[in-house]
């Protein structure tokens, strides 16, 4: 069984910046895909930002892009996301994903098997 462990929430003012981990453990087979989702407080779940096993393919919703930024270690089954130039409406519940299948990133909720239980960003003005 996979899980994931996001950490690195908190909160912080407007133009700092925080940095998300999320570590995948459990029988994870296969070049995985691994994404990054927020939820603010009365809004949908929405998709922030997704990398393939290479790091070959990468999005951004248009709303983060030049501001943050997703890596990951494979050796460490990790996925980071830094977060500069935060802005109040950045504040959320950022959940970590794993899709265990191929191909490039996805932006839909349902090519993702495995979440984590999301860790808080709130950004003051």
């Known amino acids: 069984q996979v899980q994931v462990i996001e950490s690195g929430g908190g909160l912080v003012q407007a133009g700092g910046s925080l940095r998300l981990s999320c570590a995948a453990s459990?029988?994870?087979?296969?070049?995985?895909?691994m994404g990054w989702f927020r939820q603010a407080p009365g809004k949908a779940r929405e998709f922030v930002a997704g990398?393939?096993?290479?790091?070959?393919?990468?999005d951004y919703v248009d709303s983060v892009k030049g501001r943050f930024t997703i890596d990951r270690d494979n050796a460490k089954n990790t996925v980071y996301l830094q977060m500069n130039s935060l802005k109040p409406e950045d504040t959320a519940v950022y959940y970590c994903?794993?899709?265990?299948?191929?191909?490039?990133?996805?932006?839909?909720?349902?090519?993702?098997?495995?979440w984590g239980q999301g860790t808080q960003v709130a950004v003051s003005s």
């Open positions: 990398i393939t096993w290479s790091g070959g393919d990468i």
């Open positions: 459990g029988r994870i087979v296969g070049h995985y895909i």
């Open positions: 994903a794993v899709d265990l299948g191929f191909g490039s990133t996805s932006r839909h909720e349902y090519r993702y098997d495995v």
